[in-house]
């Protein structure tokens, strides 16, 4: 089954700046690159490593069994010791007491549910001084205006220091 070629509208859109570098490419402007083809050849120790595995896997797949002597195999049956009984023991015993457990021996009880959410005038007062922290940190010393200090550091008058002389 073949597949029809794609129609001119399916095909990418090409830029009219990127046509016209393509139409004016000169191949004649690349520069000359000569290519070197490298071979490398494996080491005396990778042949040697290589050898060694093929000659591995042959002794393997040519083994004789013939020269296998015959064996006995002893199993040692290891029993549990009193401190493993006991543990098994006290484990049971508490796996039977949680499945023949009756609720039905449970006291009823009513759980009562508190609120630990702060009342409204609280979360008034915290938003409050969220705000007036808020405006302290944002605050625009560009918008202060320019003052002069003028400092007066009245001087008595000649009758007030010579009150003052006289009292």
């Known amino acids: 089954m073949a597949v029809a070629p794609p ?8 830029s009219d700046d990127f046509k016209k570098q393509l139409e004016g490419f000169n191949p004649d402007q690349m520069k000359h690159a000569s290519t070197k083809e490298k071979i ?9 490593q290589e ?9 393997v797949e040519n083994f004789s069994t013939n020269s296998l002597k015959r064996t006995d195999t002893q199993e040692k049956v290891i029993l549990p010791n009193a401190q493993d009984l006991k543990a098994e023991k006290t484990q049971k015993a508490v796996l039977d007491d949680l499945e023949g ?7 009823h009880t009513t759980t009562q549910e508190k609120n630990p959410l702060p009342d409204k005038s609280a979360i008034d007062a915290e938003k409050g001084q969220q705000e007036f922290i808020a405006g302290i940190e944002n605050f625009d010393p560009s918008k202060l205006k320019h003052t002069i200090t003028e400092e007066k550091n ?3 008058t000649k009758e007030a ?3 003052e002389k006289t009292a």
């Open 51 to 59: 050898k060694q595995h093929i000659d591995l896997i042959h002794d």
């Open 7 to 14: 129609s001119l509208k399916d095909l990418p859109k090409v």
């Open 161 to 163: 220091i010579a009150q």
């Open 101 to 107: 457990f009756d609720t039905g021996k449970l006291k």
């Open 154 to 156: 009245p001087l008595p």
């Open 40 to 48: 490398v050849l494996p080491t005396a120790a990778d042949v040697k």
